[in-house]
Every structure is written in structure tokens, then in C-alpha cells.
């Protein structure tokens, strides 16, 4: 057993997401044996929180094969990928998702709500903010309805707000500022005002995720956002029938027009599954809209999520649905859609990594 032994043996494994083996992408760093002590340090494009686990366990499997009775140590860091655009915007964020819909009514913010639940229930660090400045849902739905955000000034004089966290999600929306009944009566840029104040002056700290829960449509907000956040990329929620599936194309045609990644298309309340049957599916919207518009505009077709009384009720009683363990196959098809955008925003950072560099042949 020698360093150069068990880097043969782990350089053929294959980064499931990336399709290369850690040899190809230069994973392997370093391996350090102190008697039965083995040290494996590997870097991997980030984000790893799906992927770390699996490398884990494929070189821990590949060391035992040549021998037994090691105490195997593997440390998995992410590459460090500088921003290529804005890198002083929410410069403590390591990955920013926008959750966008054509329309409303399609389900968007209970997707954003999941999504990030599911994020932190593997162990990242998630903030979620409720960029719907007239229909601020969010608070309800992680049960924080009412409360209100500290905040005070800064060495500068800037007035600088803390975020709610609830199930280790950071949370900043405009209904901790506004009275639960208040209507948010204000023009295009005052919208685009309240939406700067909500991101520039959160005290975020260090999150490998914000995601953005932005109100329907291609308005003021989202402008702002694509002009001025480095988003790693857009998600786009629908329902299956086709007055939702046309907005939806203006949708992505809005977001490739301003050169943001489209990371694929969700779509919500694609089958009714009753309590009492749960066996039956009931397509009462229609059928398989949202993968037809992804085919047709060229981007992922992230999967459907059924209708079911149990995500009604975890938006309403502030229980993000994916986060019960009493309705697990609702939280499974949420946690798969969500390791298939980290899985998008991986392919990207490997893609961009390799166009951006440039290589001098003398």
C-alpha cells in the first residue's frame, strides 16, 4: 500500500454529475499515509453538497479493495471559482438561484419555499428572499408570519437588517416590515427600490445559497435582479395547461435576452393525487406542458410535482412540505428536482471554468 497506489485506484472514479473520471478533472490533490492512518484531500466543482458523499464513498470502497483495516480520512473541498461578473454584489454568497414564474397562481413560491428547505436540509447554508414586494407569501409559509426583522446601523450610518431564520433557512421579505393587512401601494421604481434595500442591507453572512422567490411576470424586479446579481441561474415554475405554458415562454425568453442561465423548468401541481387513493392520479390541469415549453425553448425539464393536500396544508400551517417526514414521496420528488439543479449549476461551473481559461502555445 503507497501514495502512488491509491491514487491509482481512485483516478478512474467518475464524478456522476460531470461524466469525468477525478484523474480528467485533476481532483486528487493529495494522499498522506501515517501508519493505518490514510489522508485523501480532493476538490470538487462546487456546489458539493449532493456529490460529496458518493466520491466518498467510492474512494473509501476503492482503498478497502486493496486492503483491509485502514482508518480512511477524505476531506472534500470545493474549488474556489472567482465570479466573472459583479463579485462585490452579496459577495458572502456563493451561488444565487432566481425561482421565476410567467404567471401567478402556478405554485412558485411554494417551489422556491422547498427548494430552499431541501438546500439546508442537506446541510448548506440557505437564505430565501421574498422578492414578491405586492404578494409577500413566504413568511406564512415558514410559520414566521408577523415577526419582525431586527435591524440596526452600521459604522457607516447604513441601517442594516437581520434575517428571520426558521428550519436553518435565513428568510428576508417585505411582510417583516409591513403590517400583516398592509397593501404595498408603490410604482415600477419604488419596487426596484424596496428589492435593492432587501439585498444590499441583509446581513446575510456566509451562505453557499440565496435563492430569490421573485413575483410573477417579466416586470421591474426582475430587471433589476438579472442587471445587477451574478445568478448562477433561473428556475421557471408552471402548471401544465397552456394559458400558464405561454407565459411561461415569455419567461424564458426574457431571461436568455438578459444572458441568464435558464437551469430548467418546474412543472407544479402537474397531477391531483386524493388522500384517500393514493394510487390515482387525476391530470385536472392537463398533461406534460411544462416538459413540452423546456423542449421547445432548448432548457432542462426538471420533473412535475403532484398536487397534494399535503403541501397545501405545509404552506398554510408554515411547514414546507419536503421537510415532513410523514410525506416522504411528496419530499423526494422536491429533493430530486432540487439535486438536478445543483447538478445544472455544477455542469455550468465546470463549463465556464474551461471556456475562461486561455491557454499561450509559444
Known amino acids: 500500500m503507497t501514495e502512488q497506489s491509491i491514487i491509482e485506484a481512485i483516478q478512474t472514479i467518475v464524478d456522476p454529475d460531470l461524466g469525468l473520471t477525478l484523474q480528467e478533472l485533476q481532483s486528487i490533490q493529495s494522499v498522506n499515509i501515517d501508519g493505518i492512518q490514510i489522508s485523501v484531500y480532493i476538490e470538487l466543482f462546487p456546489p458539493v453538497h449532493w456529490i460529496a458523499k458518493s466520491i ?36 458572502t454568497v456563493k451561488h444565487l438561484i432566481a425561482v421565476s414564474s410567467g ?14 428547505a431541501a438546500l439546508a436540509q442537506r446541510g448548506a447554508s440557505v437564505g430565501l428572499l421574498d422578492a414578491d414586494i405586492y404578494g409577500p407569501s413566504i413568511p406564512t409559509m415558514y410559520g414566521v408570519a408577523g415577526a419582525q426583522m431586527e435591524a440596526e446601523k452600521s459604522e457607516t450610518g447604513a441601517l442594516i437588517g437581520y434575517p428571520i431564520e426558521q428550519y436553518g433557512v435565513k428568510i428576508a421579505s417585505i411582510g417583516f416590515i409591513m403590517d400583516r393587512d398592509q397593501a404595498a ?23 453557499d445559497f440565496l435563492v430569490f422567490d421573485l413575483p410573477p411576470g417579466t416586470g421591474d424586479i426582475q430587471l433589476t435582479l438579472t442587471q445587477r ?8 415554475v408552471t402548471t401544465p395547461q397552456e394559458i400558464s405554458v405561454s407565459d ?9 435576452k438578459v444572458h441568464v442561465t435558464i437551469l430548467g423548468v418546474i412543472e407544479n401541481m402537474s397531477y391531483f393525487i386524493p388522500p384517500d387513493a393514493p394510487e390515482k392520479q387525476y391530470y385536472i390541469f392537463g398533461k406534460g406542458g411544462g416538459e413540452r415549453v423546456a423542449q421547445d425553448s432548448g432548457v432542462p425539464f426538471l420533473g412535475e410535482v403532484p398536487l ?17 417526514p410523514e410525506h416522504l414521496q411528496q419530499g423526494d420528488i422536491i429533493r430530486s428536482i432540487t439535486a438536478s439543479i445543483v447538478s445544472s449549476i455544477r455542469k455550468n461551473a465546470h463549463a465556464t471554468r474551461n471556456t475562461n481559461t486561455i491557454q499561450i502555445t509559444l
Open 185 to 207: 401601494i408603490m410604482r415600477g421604481p419604488m419596487l426596484a427600490g424596496y428589492f435593492t434595500t432587501l439585498m444590499d442591507q441583509i446581513a446575510w453572512g456566509d451562505l
Open 308 to 324: 397534494t393536500i399535503d403541501t397545501r396544508e405545509g404552506g398554510d400551517v408554515g411547514f414546507p412540505v419536503v421537510l415532513n
Open 103 to 116: 404567471k401567478g397562481g402556478v405554485g412558485k413560491s411554494t417551489i422556491a419555499a422547498n427548494l430552499a
Open 248 to 256: 411561461v415562454r415569455r419567461s424564458i425568453s426574457m431571461f436568455k
Open 56 to 91: 466518498e464513498d467510492s474512494i473509501r470502497e476503492a482503498i478497502l479493495r486493496m486492503a483491509e483495516g485502514f482508518d480512511i480520512h477524505i476531506y472534500v473541498r470545493e474549488i474556489l471559482l472567482p465570479r466573472a461578473t459583479n463579485p462585490n454584489v452579496l459577495p
Open 229 to 236: 446579481v451574478p445568478l448562477d441561474g433561473a428556475v421557471i
